[in-house]
């Protein structure tokens, strides 16, 4: 199958100074990528003019509810709403019912993405059984059984022997280590982020201590450990300090935060509801605008969605008894354009480094993340003067979007996977 994309300004930075290219793939691999590239015999061409053209885009945080019961999401809706956002890999988190904590589990997850995911889906496995806290998993069980993360993720595995002796083990694995900083006992029966907007409310607050104790728990444990810890969607600027710190002090630290928190604050919250209920929550402009510099200046360095489906009569049920969570596949690239891109916060090389080469990066995907020649084709090919209103419907099985009802600028047009057109926008 050969596919040639003429005349997109490709945004890698990779590939030098950017400039409007042609992009030939062939048999699922880029084989070229020039100036006024003849097409083959047998090839199908795209007309980009105008688009812009980047390494399909990684997800590291996803909730494909698989195993489930199915009515959020499962393996084929999630690879849907993925290919619609032009995201052509996403790691599954292994917070699912029951969760993904065993060998034979995960190479049935593995088998069925295989089937019916339209696009790469990759699995962290738990690092405790059950995600209990209580005893490690077997990583290297799992990890010969294709586990491409370890994470507790939904929970905090604040127990710093365990934790310390994950990090040890997953590092001569060759696999990072994904957690979820956050101290349960100050989060407590909090629903939002603790300030003016909760007491307004009248609904209990999550103070950002919940997210800065437990963080700067982790980073000291990797001190001690050693290892390679990714630190999942951070909320606020007192984070973006201490990874700061961390980074400048060498520690093999990463960090994603999610489109959420670039986009919105707490004082959304009253007008968008349960839909805006996530973990971490929304915090205020200040730490927005904290989170924004850190991705700027190399201090994070990926957006992730946290893509987290609930039915609508879940979410339904207010800000009090909601469950947490937004979806965010088919927005991400659209968010991160919108306020970041646009804005001028962020280049559109910072953002290909931020939504493909980065997370790439973390996953030890070799063969993804750029649009360098040998590499798969996985493409996301964006018209940046789209603008439109989000709504339903969404690919996704669920509704739950914190977008809905806003207005974004730039379009997914094409989705490739591996060569494959797996999106393609109705015009
Ligand atoms: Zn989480």
Same mark, same amino acid.
Request: glycine share 10%; with cysteine.
């Given at each position: 199958?050969?596919?040639?994309?003429?005349?997109?300004?490709?945004?890698?930075?990779?590939?030098?100074?950017?400039?409007?290219?042609?992009?030939?793939?062939?048999?699922?691999?880029i084989?070229?990528?020039?100036?006024?590239?003849?097409? @083959?015999?047998?090839?199908?061409?795209?007309?980009?003019?105008?688009?812009?053209?980047?390494?399909?885009?990684?997800?590291?945080?996803?909730?494909?509810?698989?195993?489930?019961?199915?009515?959020?999401?499962?393996?084929?809706?999630?690879?849907?709403?993925?290919?619609?956002? %032009?995201?052509? $890999?996403?790691?599954?988190?292994?917070?699912? $019912?029951?969760?993904?904590?065993?060998?034979?589990?995960l190479? +049935?997850?593995?088998?069925?993405?295989r089937?019916?995911?339209?696009?790469?889906?990759?699995?962290?496995?738990?690092?405790?059984?059950?995600?209990?806290?209580? #005893?490690?998993?077997?990583?290297?069980?799992?990890?010969?059984?294709?586990?491409?993360?370890?994470?507790?993720?939904?929970?905090?595995?604040?127990?710093?022997?365990?934790?310390? =002796?994950?990090?040890?083990?997953?590092?001569?694995?060759?696999?990072?280590?994904?957690?979820h900083?956050?101290?349960?006992?100050?989060?407590?029966?909090?629903?939002?982020?603790?300030?003016?907007?909760?007491?307004?409310? %009248?609904? @209990?607050?999550?103070?950002?201590?919940?997210?800065?104790?437990?963080?700067?728990?982790?980073?000291?444990?990797?001190?001690?450990?050693?290892g390679?810890?990714?630190?999942q969607?951070?909320?606020?600027?007192? $984070?973006?300090?201490?990874? /700061?710190?961390?980074?400048?002090?060498?520690?093999?630290?990463? #960090?994603?935060?999610?489109?959420?928190?670039?986009?919105?604050?707490?004082?959304?919250?009253p007008?968008?509801?349960?839909?805006?209920k996530?973990?971490?929550?929304?915090?205020?402009?200040?730490?927005?605008?904290?989170?924004?510099?850190?991705?700027a200046?190399?201090?994070?360095?990926m957006?992730?969605? +946290?893509?987290?489906?609930? @039915?609508?009569?879940?979410?339904?049920?207010?800000?009090?008894?909601?469950?947490?969570?937004?979806?965010?596949?088919?927005?991400?690239?659209?968010?991160?354009?919108?306020h970041?891109?646009f804005?001028?916060?962020?280049?559109? #090389?910072?953002?290909?480094?931020?939504?493909?080469?980065?997370?790439a %990066?973390?996953?030890?995907?070799?063969?993804k993340?750029?649009?360098?020649? %040998?590499?798969? #084709?996985?493409?996301?090919?964006?018209?940046?003067?789209?603008?439109?209103?989000?709504?339903?419907?969404?690919?996704? /099985?669920? =509704?739950?979007?914190?977008?809905?009802?806003?207005r974004?600028?730039?379009?997914?047009?094409?989705?490739v996977?591996?060569?494959?057109?797996?999106?393609?926008?109705?015009?």
């Amino acid at each position: 199958m050969k596919l040639l994309i003429r005349r997109a300004l490709a945004a890698d930075p990779a590939l030098g100074p950017e400039k409007v290219r042609d992009l030939l793939a062939e048999n699922g691999r880029i084989t070229r990528i020039a100036a006024g590239i003849t097409p @083959p015999r047998g090839c199908a061409v795209v007309d980009a003019r105008g688009l812009w053209l980047f390494p399909g885009f990684v997800d590291a945080h996803v909730h494909a509810r698989e195993p489930g019961d199915g009515k959020a999401e499962d393996l084929r809706s999630l690879g849907r709403a993925a290919a619609a956002g %032009g995201v052509t $890999s996403a790691l599954a988190m292994p917070n699912t $019912s029951p969760p993904c904590d065993s060998p034979s589990l995960l190479k +049935d997850l593995r088998a069925r993405a295989r089937r019916k995911c339209a696009v790469n889906l990759f699995f962290a496995a738990a690092l405790t059984r059950g995600r209990a806290g209580r #005893a490690l998993t077997g990583l290297e069980k799992l990890s010969a059984a294709g586990a491409a993360a370890f994470t507790d993720d939904g929970g905090w595995l604040s127990d710093r022997d365990l934790f310390e =002796e994950a990090l040890r083990r997953a590092w001569d694995l060759g696999a990072p280590v994904l957690q979820h900083s956050e101290d349960f006992s100050v989060t407590g029966p909090g629903v939002v982020n603790l300030g003016p907007v909760s007491r307004r409310l %009248g609904l @209990p607050g999550i103070d950002r201590r919940a997210e800065t104790l437990a963080l700067r728990s982790d980073l000291a444990s990797l001190r001690r450990a050693g290892g390679r810890l990714h630190i999942q969607h951070l909320s606020c600027a007192a $984070s973006v300090g201490l990874l /700061r710190r961390a980074k400048a002090a060498g520690l093999p630290v990463t #960090a994603e935060t999610c489109p959420h928190y670039i986009a919105l604050t707490e004082n959304d919250v009253p007008a968008g509801g349960a839909d805006l209920k996530m973990k971490p929550p929304l915090r205020a402009e200040a730490d927005r605008r904290a989170l924004i510099g850190g991705l700027a200046d190399g201090t994070i360095d990926m957006v992730a969605t +946290d893509h987290a489906p609930h @039915p609508a009569a879940e979410k339904a049920k207010g800000l009090l008894r909601a469950p947490f969570g937004v979806i965010g596949l088919e927005t991400l690239a659209a968010a991160c354009l919108t306020h970041l891109v646009f804005p001028g916060h962020i280049s559109r #090389a910072r953002l290909t480094q931020l939504l493909s080469s980065n997370p790439a %990066g973390l996953l030890g995907l070799r063969t993804k993340g750029s649009l360098l020649p %040998g590499m798969d #084709a996985d493409l996301a090919l964006i018209d940046p003067t789209a603008e439109y209103e989000v709504k339903p419907p969404f690919f996704s /099985r669920s =509704e739950n979007s914190p977008f809905k009802g806003r207005r974004l600028r730039g379009a997914v047009v094409l989705t490739v996977s591996e060569g494959r057109v797996v999106h393609r926008r109705r015009r």
